[in-house]
């Protein structure tokens, strides 16, 4: 079994097929606060309660695979060492680690394709939770 430190959720994530769409869904319908929009990057993200962790869209194509799946992120203190322990625990990642803007990020998906991702705040550790 393999300990991965996780400090809490990060995110949620949905993809969505266009961003004003979605935006004036979440807010405009849901009420929902928006915290940020990042049109260049296709992203928005939305406050949910008094908590840290929000609801992020994700502009891309909806898909029936793990590119269009809806997402958890995790927490974690190093994401690069957290992909390289589950690997040594026989999981597969999707993808090699990439960069967000917080820090690294690395995707698994379960046996039913539900994504979960274990991110960092090494980019900007004043953001993320103490060890």
């Not at 993809?15 to 979605?22: C, E, F, N, S």
């Not at 940020?36 to 929000?54: C, N, S, T």
């Not at 869209?57 to 958890?72: F, N």
Request: charged letters at 20%; hydrophobic letters at 45%.
């Amino acid at each position: 079994m393999t300990a991965v430190g996780v400090r809490g959720i990060d995110n949620v994530l949905f993809t969505v097929g266009d961003l004003d769409t979605a935006v004036e869904f979440y807010a405009g319908r849901l009420g929902l606060p928006l915290t940020f929009r990042i049109d260049e990057a296709g992203v928005a993200l939305f406050r949910i309660g008094a908590e840290a962790p929000g609801l992020l869209l994700r502009r891309g194509p909806i898909t029936w695979t793990t590119q269009g799946a809806p997402r958890v992120w995790l927490e974690v203190g190093d994401a690069r060492a957290t992909a390289a322990a589950l690997g040594s625990a026989g999981v597969k990642v999707l993808a090699d680690p990439f960069q967000v803007a917080t820090g690294w990020t690395v995707e698994v998906a379960d046996p039913w394709g539900n994504v979960i991702g274990f991110t960092d705040y090494t980019r900007m550790p004043e953001r993320g939770r103490p060890a």
